[in-house]
């Protein structure tokens, strides 16, 4: 059962930013909240498998959590998570949802175009194979089966398709970056 979640999703920054970008964690008993982390991540890096490694240890919780949920494969713009490496630093499956399929095209054009690493970036991201439909949503897994992602967001959702600690992470994220949270929609 994957009951013991923690879902981590990226604070909202200016497009011209550069530098560091905050990354929210909750970590979720089931449809309760247990714990926030927070964290940073370089806009376009290469950072994001290890801080996010990082933070489900600082979590607290990790002897307890049963799954990594990320909000999309990249944080801070092209900051794409390594996830088989996540899963084994971690040594948790890993599920990463999106409310549709991302334009493949357009991100592998930026990635090799426009972004610095863009080619290694990219090599992640389609190692990762396509996103499947699962409970209303899309997901690639790492260390879990299709039923077991179905039955983990069965679990985990509350309002609406995406799991509450994704919907949360980016609540928290909005509002202590923006002031106040714009709607639970991610």
Request: one cysteine or more; hydrophobic letters at 45%; glycine letters at 14%.
């Amino acid at each position: 059962m994957f009951s013991h979640a923690i879902g981590f999703d990226d604070a909202p920054f200016a497009r011209e930013h550069r530098g560091d970008v905050a990354v929210f964690g909750t970590v979720y008993a089931r449809r309760t909240l247990h714990g926030v982390v927070r964290g940073r991540v370089r806009r376009d890096g290469r950072n994001s498998t290890a801080e996010l490694a990082r933070l489900v240890g600082e979590s607290g919780a990790q002897a307890h959590l049963h799954l990594i949920l990320l909000q999309g494969v990249a944080l801070a713009g092209f900051n794409v998570v390594d996830v088989p490496t996540l899963g084994r630093l971690t040594g948790l499956p890993v599920l990463v949802v999106a409310r549709r399929p991302p334009d493949l095209g357009r991100i592998r054009s930026a990635l090799l175009t426009r972004v610095p690493g863009g080619a290694r970036k990219w090599r992640l991201i389609e190692a990762l194979g396509p996103m499947e439909p699962c409970r209303g949503v899309w997901v690639q897994r790492v260390g879990l089966s299709l039923p077991e992602a179905e039955a983990a967001l069965g679990v985990l959702t509350v309002t609406g398709r995406v799991p509450e600690p994704l919907r949360a992470a980016h609540l928290i994220a909005g509002g202590v970056t923006r002031g106040s949270s714009q709607g639970g929609r991610v």
